[in-house]
């Protein structure tokens, strides 16, 4: 059965609306809820036409400051001839309606609802929506991370309904991922995934680890442990998770939770703040400008 994917429309509430929502944003996590999406905050990017976009995750220094976070939102007719404006960034792109058409490295791709796309840093890319209904996509965006003696990434087109998730061990498949990237492939330095779990299902520990998240909800709704407190999520609510916040999840149903999960991943930790972090970033742009 192909999935669900949930995906804003925008709108403004009217005037009766009660204030009072789920937003959340602490020093350890932060939670955008669905209800916020609305026209008064989206924004729009150079060189795309007929696009807004609604900015979920952006580097704050102190907070989560690996990647950001877009849902894309592109008319009949629009899209970008020059998506991309950082060279060093790379991206992922996860299509939850309409169809994109995607032109990568000279080839062509057409992108559906569960299509997933890896786009490398350098990689000469478009966009275009050329069907008849409104494309929506997420577009999860990094500094690529070199590193000397390992080759960039190959560009990757994959479809979610066509891949089977792996079950995490012990959950009889309650728990389960689908991974468009191959987990010991140690040229990636993100990982971009669908986290399924079937109505009673549960993450049984408070994870603590290393990894940035963000958890953006594509159907069904859950309590979700962020830190110290429990929350309830439903379909386009997004979390944003820093480093070690501790999590864990129970989903009730009465069906799926499922959420797109991004989190940096196969590196060294940077040991000096800034451009010195990555001495190789200084020497790509160096060997450009030559």
């Known amino acids: 059965m192909t999935a669900k994917y949930y995906s804003p429309h925008g709108g403004h509430p009217g005037q009766e609306q009660l204030l009072t929502d789920r937003a959340v944003f602490t020093d350890a996590y932060a939670v955008i809820p669905k209800g916020t999406m609305r026209d008064i905050v989206t924004s729009f990017l150079p060189f795309w036409e007929d696009t807004r976009l609604w ?6 220094s102190g907070f989560a400051e690996t990647f950001s976070q877009y849902i894309m ?3 009949p007719g629009g899209g970008s001839d020059r998506p991309e404006t950082d060279p060093e960034a790379e991206g992922v792109l996860f299509v939850v309606e309409g169809t994109a058409t995607l032109t990568a490295d000279g080839a062509t791709y057409e992108l559906t609802p569960g299509g997933y ?18 494309l929506r996509f997420h577009w999860i965006r990094k500094a690529y991370e070199a590193v ?4 960039r990434p190959d560009v990757l087109v994959l479809n979610e309904n066509e891949i089977t998730p792996t079950p ?22 993100m990982h971009v995934t669908v986290v399924t779990f079937e109505p009673g299902a549960v993450i049984p520990f408070l994870e ?37 916040c501790p999590q864990a999840c129970y989903a009730g149903g009465p069906g799926k939770f499922r959420y797109l999960l991004y989190k ?3 590196r060294h930790m940077a040991l000096r703040p800034g451009p010195a972090a990555y001495p190789q970033h200084r020497r790509l742009r160096t060997a450009a400008q030559k």
């Open 264 to 266: 940096d991943v196969n």
């Open 208 to 244: 603590t680890h290393v990894m940035e998240h963000g958890l953006y909800v594509l159907e069904g709704k859950a309590v979700y442990r962020l830190n110290n407190d429990w929350v309830e999520v439903e379909a386009g609510d997004y979390m944003w998770l820093r480093a070690f």
């Open 168 to 189: 995490m061990p012990g959950t009889d498949g309650k728990w389960a991922t689908t991974r468009f990237v191959d987990p010991s492939d140690l040229r990636h330095d």
């Open 73 to 75: 939102e592109v008319q």
């Open 148 to 151: 000397e003696g390992l080759d």
């Open 55 to 60: 900015v979920i995750s952006r580097p704050l």
């Open 117 to 134: 796309a890896y786009l490398p840093a350098e990689c000469n890319w478009t966009l275009r929506n050329r069907g008849g209904v409104t």
